[in-house]
């Protein structure tokens, strides 16, 4: 599609797992961010991407968050060891630098609920 | 302290009624942009309208247009003629200069915009 992927759309887990979440931007866009959605809340800034590299990671709460991305493409968000307050939406968003005004353009979101 | 305040959790308004949605902002940077998403319920964020801090003019973008007081740090977003597909969660985001290129925006905590028939 055009758009932002983001999968899966719904993960449950129990307390103490891993869990991965995918993000596959729109084509092109050299950007990509990952940002978190708590219940009633706004988005917090979780990590900042250009190319491959993480130039802003200030937004991961623990080490037990992670981030990669490769080829300059897909990306994957790891939590290790989740805990119940880790239960949120996900959004990635990509976005293309240097074309103006630089919109983000965000997926759906993958919801965390850990039990 | 809180960067963006959005002081409306919840707005009911009529169908083709103006609203204004309020958004207030604190930076003691001089570049800064402000921006507006809309959240329906399928969950995407979708990018409404956007003003940069040194740009003259208010912006506008079709029914949405930004009420930008600079000098009392207000960003308040004006949709005209409501229609039902405008209820939707509403976030008021800025960012602040350029942080090694990102667009790190900081949001506000939302107001839930319902459009009554």
């Known amino acids: 599609g055009a758009g932002v992927s983001q999968s899966p759309s719904n993960k449950v887990t129990e307390k103490g797992k891993d869990v991965e979440l995918r993000c596959d931007p729109i084509s092109g866009h050299t950007a990509l961010y990952w940002y978190r959605q708590s219940l009633g809340q706004g988005l917090e800034f979780l990590i900042y991407f250009q190319g491959n590299s993480a130039p802003d990671k200030s937004g991961l709460p623990s080490d037990r968050f992670s981030a990669e991305r490769t080829g300059g493409s897909v990306s994957t968000l790891t939590i290790q060891r989740t805990q119940q307050e880790d239960s949120a939406v996900y959004l990635c968003a990509s976005s293309l630098q240097g074309a103006g005004v630089e919109k983000l353009f965000f997926g759906s979101g993958t919801q965390l609920s850990v039990l | 302290a809180q960067k963006i305040t959005q002081t409306q959790p919840g707005m009911f308004v009529q169908e083709k009624e103006a609203v204004t949605l309020d958004c207030t902002y604190d930076?003691?940077?001089?570049?800064?942009?402000l921006f507006w998403y809309k959240q329906p319920s399928s969950g995407e964020m979708i990018f409404l309208i956007y003003q940069g801090s040194y740009d003259q003019q208010n912006a506008t973008e079709g029914r949405y247009s930004l009420n930008f007081q600079k000098a009392r740090k207000s960003a308040n977003l004006v949709i005209s003629a409501s229609q039902l597909g405008d209820s939707a969660m509403y976030f008021c985001?800025?960012?602040?200069?350029?942080?090694?290129?990102?667009?790190?925006?900081?949001f506000g905590q939302g107001t839930r915009l319902t459009i009554n028939p």
């Open positions: 985001a800025m960012r602040e200069g350029r942080v090694q290129g990102a667009q790190k925006l900081v």
């Open positions: 930076t003691s940077d001089p570049s800064y942009g």
